[in-house]
């Protein structure tokens, strides 16, 4: 097939590890005969530097107009100044907006290799296997008004948080029609006991999983999640949540399997429509350029681009087949590596990866 892709490296080591997701898209299309064309652009800090706003209309008009869109990272320590107009992750924000990438799923999986890097016991670990899909493009993160204001009791900051029936409908079908292809459950996990918007959403989703009779589907208050998910992650199949519950438990999440640079991420919208696909992890600007960073979120990310933004199911379980290989010969990078071991470096990472697909 061709495709059309655009990546966006973004800052610290956002460049580093896309390079090496470049390098196995280019693996897999010699592999499996595709043509994928590639064009750069730029987001977040790079672009406030270059452009002075954190998404060029270039860049926007780039993803508009491809197949797919593979993102490094955005932020860093140069542009986090609270006070500044314009921050890298609006950049970030803006795009999924305009993608209307609703749908954000965040699987979390422990590799076997890695199983020794979790913090929790291996008992507890062992069969976890967690979909994450997160609301990403409405909620409080979107919702408006939002500012801050001089007030007679001084400095004073608003949100609003806001979910129509609409919104919650569409990614809570995504996560009840990813259940059916897993082990049939849905959590839904919301604040209805405190919030007003959570309580449209848990009604919307009774509404929905009546729908869906074959799923088991149960309701979880947020702060009884994040205990649950450190207690009994394996008891969950498909968590779909709020923007901002999904951005706080994928993050904790993401520390059972102790490595936060393995974590993947693909942004959907509607069939057909371009995705996005990220690691989950941030910029790292404290080991940016030193070619150490963990290239595999990245690569798994481009595994899920393959699936679910150009339908190479195939290619996809080839890639993630690759990283098991690698890492079950015991390569790590330093975020993995043992005591006492040798790290691989994040090119040598993606060469590894790369001859594993060959
Ligand atoms: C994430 C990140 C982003 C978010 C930031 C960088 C805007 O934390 O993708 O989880 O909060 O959505
Ligand atoms: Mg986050």
């Known amino acids: 097939m061709k495709a059309k892709i655009t990546l966006l490296p973004g800052d610290g080591i956002g460049p580093e590890v896309v390079s ?5 898209l280019a693996e897999v ?27 060029p209309e ?26 500044a107009p314009v921050r890298p992750e609006q950049g970030l924000l ?18 076997e290799a890695l199983a020794a890097a979790s913090p929790l016991r291996p008992d507890k670990v062992k069969d976890v296997d967690i979909m994450f899909v997160r609301e990403l493009t409405g909620g409080i993160y979107f919702g408006t008004p939002q500012g801050r204001e001089e007030t007679p009791q001084g400095r004073s900051g608003h949100d609003t948080l806001r979910y129509n029936e609409h919104e919650i ?49 149960e309701d979880v208050l947020v702060d009884a999640c994040a205990m649950y998910l450190i207690n009994r992650p394996a008891d969950f199949d498909v968590i779909v949540t709020g923007n901002m519950f999904g951005d706080i438990l994928s993050d904790e999440a993401s520390m059972i399997t102790g490595s936060l640079g393995m974590l993947p991420s693909a942004a959907l ?29 990245t690569i798994l990310s481009t595994a899920m681009m393959l699936r679910w ?22 390569n790590r990078t330093v975020d993995l590596v043992n005591p006492g071991e040798t790290a691989v470096g994040t090119q040598e990472m993606g060469d590894l990866v790369a001859a594993a697909l060959s």
């Open 20 to 24: 090496e997701a470049r390098k196995i």
């Open 29 to 55: 299309a010699t592999r499996y005969h595709h043509q994928f064309s590639y064009q750069e652009a730029i987001v977040g800090g790079i672009a406030i530097d270059e452009m002075g706003t954190a998404l």
């Open 58 to 83: 270039e860049s926007l008009g780039a993803c508009l107009e491809s197949d797919a869109v593979l993102l490094g990272a955005v932020g860093g320590p140069k542009w986090s100044d609270p006070t």
């Open 94 to 111: 803006r795009l999924r907006k305009e993608l209307n990438v609703f749908a954000n799923l965040r699987p979390v999986k422990v590799f």
């Open 169 to 217: 409908r569409r990614v809570l079908e995504v996560a009840f029609e990813l259940a059916r292809g897993r082990r049939g459950k849905v959590t839904s996990v919301d604040k209805a006991n405190v919030l007003a918007t959570m309580r449209v959403w848990r009604e919307v989703a009774h509404e929905v999983a009546a729908e869906y009779p074959d799923i088991e589907y």
């Open 269 to 297: 919208g509607v069939p057909g429509a371009t995705g996005l696909f990220e690691p989950i992890h941030g910029s790292a600007p404290d080991i940016a350029g030193q070619g150490i960073a963990n290239p595999l979120a």
């Open 309 to 330: 933004g150009l339908g190479l199911h195939e290619e996809a379980g080839a890639v993630e087949t690759a990283v098991s290989e690698v890492l079950n010969a015991g």
